[in-house]
Nanobody
Framework: QVHLVESGGGSVQAGGSLRLSCAASGYTKCMGWFRQAPGKEREGVAAIYTGGGSTNYVDSVKGRFTISQDNAKRMVYLQMNSLKPEDTAMYYC????????????????????WGQGTQVTVSS
């Protein structure tokens, strides 16, 4: 099991920025960020392969969001720039503990452990 705790959410105006943080207590191969707005399904946002740092993003956030890691601190971050109202959601950190490939997908079914979520609200 991996215990995950997200932080850094808040309220921001459209065009603003936030940085989310996720602290992991156990081994992870992949770390991902997902989000869920009220009444909508959970969707992938970004993922990072912890062994080499390769990243993957969904089209809606490419060029605006950046996922990064600090393995020494066992932390993963999501820098969110140029935020839009449609980015408003509960954001979840997730971990995948095993696998043979060196890339990580933004598919929720790939992930084994989940954090409690942190709310991001973007006003227009």
């Amino acid at each position: 099991q991996v215990h995950l705790v997200e932080s850094g959410g808040g309220s921001v105006q459209a065009g603003g920025s936030l940085r989310l943080s996720c602290a992991a207590s156990g081994y992870t191969k992949c770390m991902g960020w997902f989000r869920q707005a009220p009444g909508k399904e959970r969707e992938g946002v970004a993922a990072i392969y912890t062994g080499g740092g390769s990243t993957n993003y969904v089209d809606s956030v490419k060029g605006r969001f950046t996922i990064s890691q600090d393995n020494a601190k066992r932390m993963v971050y999501l820098q969110m720039n140029s935020l839009k109202p449609e980015d408003t959601a509960m954001y979840y950190c997730a971990a995948k503990a095993y696998g043979g490939t060196q890339y990580c997908r933004t598919w929720a079914a790939d992930y084994n452990d989940w954090g409690q979520g942190t709310q991001v609200t973007v006003s227009s």
